[in-house]
């Protein structure tokens, strides 16, 4: 007999006469472990069950023989004092964890096969049904391309319906964002989600027609809305490209004792950042300098988008100042001839 600690009982661990011929050894330290911890989980503890010899042959029929015993070991009382204590009877223990881990597996497994026909059938016709929805909108604003006048008024009857709709948007906001807004409402992630999307799959140059499979295919609009294209341009790489464009422009000179005196020659003809306050007459107070890395790329990043966004503005706006000056040209071509014939 020996005390359990973990039990808070004593416990005697009976062995039977079959077990007294046999001699064998655990080669693996594996198999002595589970059998122990096996007879400890049933409430029993295994003390010189099986004595040590120098053959394996027979370690898993003296495995198996013992497993046996522990199954069928009935629950036993002993006295100690006046206190009674009665052991847990193996097989219970065993079959309700059995039953616990069937449960769960069977659980888990269901939701399972719920979750794929789910994915190939109500999930899919959803996807299917909000990629075709995406897929008019992206074809509404591919009909908004282009300088014809068709697409000219179609452009200015988006902000026209957008300002009847009271919402409000920044100058440089793009069509297709306004486009899904007007459709789907101003919750500002939906809307971002979905407009990055299609602007991915306008910059893939995907058709309207191919929409719904450039998403399918490309594992869903998530995935396409989150992963970058191989060409774009990092943080580092937008800096570098201001930084050249930014020195052909000046705009002022600032200049005083302090900021002299905060002057470190390596970093002549280098960029900075200045934090000023701007004033009623234009002019700016400079409040501080700040040189680090970080917030200077951040910077230059932040100016390359604003400019990239202008350029494209004022792109568009040569390419419609070429037309309506190609169509003068034509007219007046047309009264010219007139007057000769």
Avoid at 188 to 193: D, E, F, G, M, Q
Avoid at 293 to 299: E, F, I, Q, S
């Amino acid at each position: 007999m020996k005390k359990n600690a973990s039990l808070g009982r004593s416990l005697l661990f009976i062995k039977p006469k079959y077990f007294g011929t046999q001699k064998n050894t655990f080669t693996s330290l594996q198999q002595q472990t589970l059998l122990s911890t096996r007879c400890r989980l049933k409430g029993y503890i295994m003390t010189n069950v099986i004595a040590q010899s120098t053959t394996s042959t027979n370690a898993n029929a003296t495995i198996a023989m013992v497993s046996e015993f522990v199954n069928a070991m009935p629950a036993v009382s002993i006295n100690e004092g006046n206190s009674t204590a009665t052991t847990h009877t193996v097989s219970a223990t065993a079959k309700a964890a059995d039953l616990a881990f069937t449960s769960t597996q069977k659980t888990l497994e269901l939701l399972t096969h719920k979750r794929e026909a789910w994915e190939q059938g109500a999930y899919r016709t959803a996807n299917q049904y909000l990629y075709q929805l995406l897929a008019e909108c992206y074809a509404f604003y591919k009909s908004m391309e282009g300088a014809t006048d068709a697409a000219k008024a179609k452009r200015q009857a988006l902000k026209d319906y957008c300002v009847f709709r009271n919402l409000k948007f920044n100058d440089s906001t793009h069509s297709i964002n306004r486009i899904v807004a007007c459709v789907f409402g101003v919750d500002r992630r939906r809307v971002s989600a979905y407009a990055t999307a299609l602007r991915k799959a306008l910059n893939n140059k995907v058709e309207p027609k191919n929409l719904v499979d450039f998403f399918f295919n490309a594992g869903g609009l998530e995935e396409v809305r989150t992963n970058k294209s191989p060409t774009a341009l990092t943080v580092n790489d937008k800096a570098a490209i201001a930084s050249k464009r930014i020195s052909a422009k000046k705009l002022g000179t600032v200049q005083s004792e302090e900021l002299k005196q905060q002057l470190d020659a390596a970093k002549i003809g280098a960029n900075t950042v200045l934090l000023g306050t701007w004033n009623a007459d234009g002019s700016i107070d400079v409040r501080a300098v700040v040189d680090g890395t970080g917030v200077l790329n951040a910077a230059l990043a932040s100016y390359y988008s604003a400019d990239k966004a202008a350029r494209e503005k004022a792109e568009i706006e040569q390419q419609q100042s070429t037309i309506q000056q190609q169509k003068l040209d034509a007219a007046q071509a047309a009264a010219d001839q007139a007057l000769v014939a």
